[in-house]
């Protein structure tokens, strides 16, 4: 940062320095050439008062060098001109302030002009040096040219004139350049502190890395200025909100134009940040944070970050689905050991006969299932998911019965093994909850079976459920699987069966509902291997 804030402050100055140059430069020869003309002009003019003078005409007439001398000393004595010279009809001189010998040609060549009668203004060297003088010729009554009078400035006091008339301009110009130089200082020091210390290409990568990272943030992202203009809003958060705007229109764009919103921007966001609030953004319930963005102790904006409910709900089921089924199989260890406990005590008290009974009624069932399961499925954890399934339902009092024509070899490639263990837990939940949902018990003893399909033996996934409980109720069959859509009464449902049917429309598949033949439902799910 300082490389750059040195090289705004030299080429600050040397743009200044360089126009200001040129300017004095063209000035100076201006100033130079209008105060010759002027002088000259001036010069000419004296000439011109003192040859029509009658007494000054007479004594010229007459060659009278001392009236001449007389009368003209006079004259010079009130007068800012380096010289006054007069001389006669053939340009020798009759009177020079500077003491030339008399009757001496007069020097610079430009006599023959004025003898005709003209006057002139001219730049030669005389007598006494270079000089501007101004040359008018003396008429008598005849109109004849008797003489000649010239005043002129010598070309040193031209530029004394000069030197005094323009060093206030130089002055100027020095205060001038100490003012730049002190503005450039305090200019650059200033850029340095509103970049923050960061050089132009280090602020312009941060911009694209900050652009690349707001758009891969799953979250919806909007930063906002002190006067909740939007500076930065990401895909996510348009996607969330429905807006079709890009991020480059909605830039400056007041917040409340594009989201309405209780007071989640109150009166403490200038001073306190907040988590993980849940709050409507245009009618979608969504969880958002707020964080204030402060420079130098200085309050500049906001960040609020956000995310559909909806989501978090669907993430939050996922999580539940893998502690449910980490909690089927505890309750599996659960009661291994109390089966193992109670055979060490009855092997303790020697009760072998009946221990052996038990152990082979107990171990008949678990271990059909357990070589059912290990031997058709060759995915670990689907055989710990139906395994927790099935001890759940026994729990329940239910009786999960698996199709003897079930196998799972490989999980098809358009679905990941969380997909698949959501897809099949969901299922079994929903036919377990709708057997539990009949309202009296001897019914849910009657309809207490749940029958389980899974193979890929042709060239597709086949998954279905079968359950005798309360049935698809008519009012919501036709949007079952959209988000939110249940017939349980808690908010925490809903979202299971709109994630089965993301995950099969996902893998390209199809699921069909269809009614039992001893009531209930049965769900079937066709995904292409």
């Given at each position: 940062?300082?490389?750059?804030?040195?090289?705004?402050?030299?080429?600050?100055?040397?743009?200044?320095?360089?126009?200001?140059?040129?300017?004095?430069?063209?000035?100076?020869?201006?100033?130079?050439?209008?105060?010759?003309?002027?002088?000259?002009?001036?010069?000419?003019?004296?000439?011109?008062?003192?040859?029509?003078?009658?007494?000054?005409?007479?004594?010229?007439?007459?060659?009278?060098?001392?009236?001449?001398?007389?009368?003209?000393?006079?004259?010079?004595?009130?007068?800012?001109?380096?010289?006054?010279?007069?001389?006669?009809?053939?340009?020798?001189?009759?009177?020079?302030?500077?003491?030339?010998?008399?009757?001496?040609?007069?020097?610079?060549?430009?006599n023959d002009a004025v003898l005709r009668g003209e006057s002139i203004i001219s730049i030669r060297k005389g007598t006494l040096g270079v000089s501007l003088r101004g040359k008018t010729p003396i008429i008598n009554k005849n109109g004849q040219v008797v003489g000649i009078v010239s005043v002129g400035y010598l070309q040193h006091d031209i530029h004394l004139i000069y030197s005094e008339e323009f060093t206030p301009i130089i002055i100027i110009f020095i205060c001038l350049t100490i003012s730049v130089f002190a503005f450039s200082w305090f200019f650059s020091r200033r850029i340095k502190s509103q970049m923050l210390g960061l050089e132009p290409k280090e602020i312009c990568r941060l911009a694209i890395q900050q652009e690349a990272i707001l758009e891969s943030i799953f979250e919806g992202v909007i930063a906002i200025d002190i006067n909740y203009r939007i500076t930065a809003i990401n895909y996510a958060a348009r996607s969330i909100l429905g807006i079709k705007q890009s991020a480059s229109m909605l830039t400056g764009v007041d917040l409340s134009s594009i989201i309405q919103t209780t007071n989640f921007l109150g009166t403490d966001s200038k001073t306190t940040d907040c988590k993980d609030e849940i709050c409507q953004f245009n009618n979608i319930a969504v969880i958002a944070s707020r964080t204030r963005i402060i420079i130098n102790n200085q309050l500049q904006g906001w960040v609020i970050s956000f995310r559909d409910k909806n989501d978090i709900n669907s993430l939050n089921l996922q999580l539940s689905q893998v502690k449910h089924f980490a909690d089927n199989l505890r309750v599996m260890r659960h009661e291994s050991l109390n089966w193992m406990a109670m055979?060490?005590?009855?092997?303790?008290?020697?009760?072998?006969?009946?221990?052996?009974?038990?152990?082979?009624?107990?171990?008949?069932?678990?271990?059909r299932i357990l070589d059912f399961v290990s031997s058709r499925f060759q995915n670990h954890a689907i055989c710990g998911l139906l395994l927790g399934k099935y001890s759940r339902a026994n729990e329940l009092g239910l009786q999960l019965e698996l199709d003897p024509a079930c196998q799972l070899k490989e999980i098809p490639a358009t679905l990941t093994e969380v997909m698949l263990i959501s897809i099949i837990g969901n299922l079994l939940d929903n036919a377990f909850d709708a057997i539990m949902n009949l309202k009296e018990p001897q019914l849910i003893s009657e309809h207490n079976r749940i029958e389980l399909y899974i193979s890929d033996e042709t060239n597709e996934l086949v998954i279905e459920v079968a359950d005798q409980g309360v049935g698809i109720d008519p009012t919501i069959r036709d949007h079952l699987f959209e988000r939110g859509i249940t017939s349980k009464a808690s908010d925490d449902h809903g979202i299971g069966l709109y994630l089965v049917s993301s995950y099969v429309q996902q893998a390209g598949g199809l699921i069909t509902i269809s009614d039992g033949d001893e009531g209930g439902a049965i769900f079937s799910i066709f995904i292409p291997k």
């Open positions: 940062m300082k490389f750059f804030c040195n090289q705004t402050f030299y080429l600050i100055n040397y743009f200044f320095i360089i126009i200001s140059l040129l300017l004095i430069s063209y000035f100076s020869k201006r100033f130079e050439e209008l105060l010759y003309q002027q002088i000259g002009k001036y010069a000419l003019v004296q000439a011109k008062e003192i040859a029509i003078i009658p007494n000054l005409i007479s004594a010229v007439e007459q060659r009278d060098t001392k009236g001449i001398n007389q009368f003209v000393s006079r004259l010079y004595a009130n007068s800012d001109a380096s010289f006054i010279v007069i001389g006669d009809a053939k340009g020798n001189h009759l009177f020079h302030t500077g003491n030339i010998q008399l009757y001496s040609p007069m020097m610079g060549g430009d055979l060490a005590g009855l092997l303790h008290m020697k009760e072998y006969d009946k221990a052996i009974t038990i152990l082979e009624a107990k171990s008949l069932g678990s271990q």
